[in-house]
């Protein structure tokens, strides 16, 4: 195994490696754990990755395009601030902490996150590339099959994120007349001349309608359709008190309500965490402004929020039409034509296929797995043997488990239950989420407590 300063992959060995924790994917959620257990060498683990090498949304990373989330929430400054792995230790090791505070970012640049978590990544001797999971059993211990070798752990942690999704209806489009907008950077420079249309109303669908329109002469399509479900661009709330949403307290009470309410709430916050943001929206506005009036542009930018694409038919000799259905007047029918549709419609749960062999020991909750407080799905197995999910509990843990907010956080109870030390927990938000007793303790926390204790007196 490689020190820090001197950097090796690990050598794989015939006979099988032994890990305490196992996991399977490098995003930022299993890059925010590995990173915390790094300084924790009684924890011996591993985590694969099967890209070749760290990426983050990489054909979607539009020049200009910023982190919608503060750069404390980086993978690990938030639950341990000492942690050699935060953002600013990044900075400092490039030796450029004092340019960037005196650059005065309004917002991180993307490609800057991307480039920490990528340094973070590969000066991690624990976290491996180009390694694929395809299997994993049960009997003792976890037993994984990766398209290179056999490794057994005591504890396994999935973090394989999400997939694109488009509508069902989009697949009776040829390839090269529709993409997905993970594959904007791979597709956009074949725009030139053509009629666009972008579905979807959030940040990566803003992102692109800002680049095409402003593209040099050109490059520029010849329309640019942006549709949107909600009835505006909406910014993403970024306010004091909705990010109070985003603390681990009311993450605790969210998890303790019944489903039904879980769901409502997620639904009615949606845009605390996919709105656009303000930034954008300004940029797209004066854009508009100068296309329309300085530059007297006569290209058409189209603007369709409060509409649902509801299917796509082929016009004959000429594209595609979409087919909308107003949310207002439902008994209008409208359709925008286009020779190339950009589905900015975002993505579903990766599928976990590997897990299909201990699958049906897991507790459910509707389509996800059931997780304990430390993110353990609660199954028929030994409780000392745990199957750790990061982002792919929305439904449990609302709209933070998607995001970066409370990464770090989540990765820290991943921490405590392995290690029998818990973080000691901030202060709770200023708002009382609930003055009901069942609520105040986030279920566990008893448990836990003992659990730790027991550990120190071994
Ligand atoms: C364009 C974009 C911008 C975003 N910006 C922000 C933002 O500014 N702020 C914010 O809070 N959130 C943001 N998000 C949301 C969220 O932070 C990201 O989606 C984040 O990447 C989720 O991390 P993850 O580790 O859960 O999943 P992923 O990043 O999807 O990582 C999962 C990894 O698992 C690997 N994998 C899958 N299956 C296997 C297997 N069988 N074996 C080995 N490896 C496997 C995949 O290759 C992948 O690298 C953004 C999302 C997108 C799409």
């Known amino acids: 195994m490689k020190t820090v300063n001197n950097y090796k992959r690990p050598v794989i060995k015939k006979s099988l490696e032994h890990y305490t924790l196992f996991g399977i994917g490098a995003g930022p959620a299993n890059l925010s754990l590995a990173s915390l257990l790094h300084p924790k060498t009684a924890i011996s683990n591993l985590f694969v990755e099967q890209k070749k090498s760290f990426t983050w949304h990489d054909d979607q990373l539009i020049d200009g395009a910023t982190l919608q989330v503060s750069l404390f929430k980086d993978l690990v400054t938030l639950s341990d601030p000492t942690n050699p792995f935060s953002f600013l230790a990044y900075l400092h090791e490039k030796g450029r902490i004092y340019h960037f505070l005196n650059a005065q970012f309004d917002e991180v640049p993307r490609r800057e996150f991307r480039n920490y ?76 001349g053509k009629r ?157 296929q590997f897990l299909d062999g201990i699958a049906h020991r897991f507790k459910r909750e509707n389509a996800e797995y059931l997780v304990d407080e430390d993110f353990a799905v609660q199954w028929d197995g030994p409780a000392d043997r745990a199957v750790f999910v990061q982002n792919g509990v929305r439904g449990q843990r609302g709209l933070p488990d998607v995001n970066l907010s409370l990464n770090a956080w989540r990765a820290q109870r991943i921490v405590g239950r392995l290690t029998g030390q818990y973080a000691a927990p901030q202060g709770c938000s200023f708002i009382d989420w609930t003055r009901q007793q069942p609520f105040l303790q986030p279920a566990g926390q008893v448990e836990r407590k003992a659990r730790a204790l027991k550990a120190a007196l071994k």
């Open 196 to 352: 666009v249309a972008i579905v979807g109303g959030g940040q990566s669908g803003a992102e692109v309608f800002l680049d095409l329109i402003s593209k040099p002469h050109a490059s520029k399509p010849a329309q640019v359709n942006w549709i949107s479900r909600r009835r505006n661009y909406f910014p993403i709330d970024n306010s004091t008190f909705t990010n109070d949403f985003y603390m681990p307290c009311y993450s605790n009470y969210s998890s303790a309500l019944p489903s039904a309410v879980r769901e409502q709430t997620t639904s009615a916050h949606l845009l605390t965490s996919d709105g656009i943001s303000e930034s954008t929206l300004k940029a797209i506005y004066q854009k508009l402004y100068y296309c329309r009036f300085v530059d007297e542009d006569t290209r058409h930018f189209g603007l369709f929020p409060n509409r649902c694409v509801t299917g796509v038919v082929p016009n004959p000799g000429r594209g595609w039409k979409l087919e909308t259905e107003h949310n207002d007047l439902t008994h209008i029918r409208e359709s925008i034509n286009a020779d190339v549709v950009i589905w900015a419609t975002g993505f579903k749960p990766a599928p976990k």
């Open 117 to 192: 978590m990528a340094w973070a990544a590969k000066k991690n001797p624990n976290v491996t590339f180009a390694e694929r999971v395809l299997e994993v059993e049960f009997d003792t211990v976890f037993r994984i099959r990766t398209d290179r070798r056999e490794i057994t752990a005591d504890n396994i942690s999935v973090g394989v994120g999400t997939q694109p999704w488009v509508p069902e209806f989009a697949r009776c489009m040829p390839a090269q007349d529709h993409f997905h907008i993970s594959q904007y950077m791979l597709r956009n420079d074949s725009l030139a």
